[in-house]
């Protein structure tokens, strides 16, 4: 990602809700988006969640009461939440977040249909990591 250009979004409010586990993004446009952290942390952008390649995305379970313990600034164009089983790994750009928001309705379905397709439900804990099975990298 290059950074800022003209055509991103820009947002103009950021609020946590912890009661409700929802990330409310406000835009310049007008545009305003109530992200379920769950949807957050099920489609992080990080190479933990998405794998390095087409095909390599891994699927996250047991993700329905994670909370977003802190949220810190990159640049100024993304953010790092910080969810409370751990994971801090995914850089989720203005862009990303908008499109996360047009599409939420969509990939909630697709999240959904992951899930079945894969035999497994929503609440079900993620299976441990093999030994030495992962990408090699740290995350």
């Known amino acids: ?3 800022l250009n003209r055509d991103t979004p820009t947002p103009t409010a950021l609020t946590v809700h912890g009661a409700s586990r929802v990330l409310e993004v406000q835009y ?3 545009a305003a988006f109530k992200l ?3 949807l957050l942390r099920v489609y992080s952008p990080s190479a933990e969640v998405q794998g390095h390649g087409p095909g390599q995305e891994v699927l996250q379970t ?3 009461d994670v909370t977003i313990v802190a949220v810190e600034p990159v640049g100024n164009y993304a953010i790092k939440p910080i969810f409370s089983d751990g994971h801090e790994s995914g850089l989720y750009s203005w862009q ?3 499109e996360l928001g047009e599409r939420q309705s969509e990939l909630w379905q697709g999240y959904l ?3 079945q397709a894969a035999g497994v439900n929503r609440d079900q804990p993620m299976a441990s990591k093999a030994a030495g099975g992962g990408c090699g990298h740290h995350h």
């Open 1 to 3: 990602m290059a950074g």
């Open 28 to 30: 310049a446009d007008g």
């Open 36 to 38: 379920p952290f769950e």
């Open 62 to 64: 047991g993700k329905r």
């Open 96 to 98: 990303y977040l908008y």
């Open 113 to 115: 249909d992951k899930l």
